[in-house]
């Protein structure tokens, strides 16, 4: 699991909004695809800590203890 960054561009206003996604990833006989599993919203974290966020919602969602 990892987050991702999405840009999103309002082209009424020009404005560019950023906001998070946990995503996940995933081998098919056609090849890895990613699936969506949470929208995060806007995140004000330094992108060295979005891995460590990323690992701890992968715990509290398999119920592993930290």
């Known amino acids: ?3 991702r ?3 999103k561009k309002d ?3 020009g404005t ?3 906001y998070h996604q946990l995503v996940e990833s995933y081998r098919t006989p056609k090849g890895p695809r ?3 599993l949470l929208n995060l919203g806007k995140l ?3 992108p060295k800590q979005l891995k460590g966020l990323a690992n ?5 969602l398999t119920g592993q203890r930290p």
Do not use: A, W
């Open 44 to 46: 004000d974290l330094e």
């Open 56 to 60: 701890r919602i992968e715990e509290i």
């Open 1 to 3: 699991m990892f987050i």
């Open 16 to 18: 560019t909004y950023f």
């Open 11 to 13: 082209h009424q206003t």
């Open 5 to 7: 960054r999405v840009r």
């Open 34 to 36: 990613q699936r969506t």
